[in-house]
Every structure is written in C-alpha cells, then in structure tokens.
C-alpha cells in the first residue's frame, strides 16, 4: 500500500465577505468627512469667479464710457459691450469701438444666470453703473447676490 500524504490545498487569493465591508466602511467614512470640503471649496470659487467676472465687466464699461462719454443706459444694458448700440440710421459716425470683451456674448455668471446691470445705479450716492449676480441661490435681493457696489449707501436708506 502507498501511502498518501493529503496535500493541503492552496488558498484562494480571494477576500473575504468580512474584509470587503470593513473597506467599503473606510471609504464611506472618508467620503463623508472629504465631500462637504470639496463642495464648500466648489462654492467658494464659483463666488470668487462671479466677483472676478463682474470686476471684468466693469473694466469693460469703463473703456466703454472713455469712447462713448457715457455709460450703457440699462436698456441697452451689457450687451452694449459687444454690440454697438448707436446703429440707426442718420447717427453721425459711431464712436463705439469695440466689442469691450473677447467673447462675442456677455458671460453668464457661474450658476448660468445673466447678470443683471442698471444705469444709472440706484445702491450708492455717486450714479455709477451696477452689475449684480444673483448668487447660487437664483434669488434677487438676498444675503448671497454678488455686486459690483461696495456697500456704500445711498442719503436715507
């Protein structure tokens, strides 16, 4: 008779069911304590890129009003910063010379929203113009809205 050592059979190189919750659990919990860090940092920069983006438009306006002499009224609005808005016919020779602005639409804002602007300005005591956002809660006249105004108020409000 022969005798036969049992040869142990090799392990699989698998994990176990115990082994994948523990790591599964890890990765919750890292994404748990990261995800709200990442989204605050995407909202702080949406804010920071409206703030710049409006800085941008009233650089724009001002070498509007340099050729102009004055600025957009607010029907005309921003759009006079791409497109010339003297263009009837019997206007002596424009002296707009733009567009002001590389792109040949007015930027929307981070949320997809237009910005809104108004000539003369009605929040500080000196009528320049006022570019304003919404902000990300698509809201007019709330605690988030980015504006070009500096908080100086106007005599009685």
């Known amino acids: 008779m022969k005798n036969h050592k049992r040869q142990p059979r090799p392990r699989r ?10 790591v599964l659990a890890i990765l919750v919990l890292l994404i748990s304590m990261v995800g709200p ?16 983006q409006i800085g941008m438009l009233m650089s724009a306006l001002e070498h509007y009003a340099v050729d102009m002499k004055v600025y957009p009224d607010t029907e005309v609005g921003l759009k006079g910063l791409v497109e010339d ?8 020779k424009s002296k707009w010379d733009g567009p002001y602005i590389k792109k040949s639409l007015v930027p929307k804002d981070p ?45 009685g409000e």
């Open 13 to 22: 190189g698998g994990f176990t069911l115990v082994e994948m919750l523990v």
């Open 37 to 52: 860090r990442i989204l605050g940092s995407k909202q702080k920069a949406d804010i920071s890129a409206a703030k710049t």
């Open 85 to 92: 808005p003297t263009t009837e016919e019997g206007d002596e």
């Open 111 to 155: 949320w997809n929203n237009e910005y809104h602007y108004e000539f003369p300005g009605t929040h500080t005591k000196r009528k320049d113009p006022e570019i304003w956002s919404m902000g990300p809660d698509g809201q007019d006249n709330t605690d988030d809205d980015i504006v070009s105004w500096d908080g100086e108020k106007k005599e």
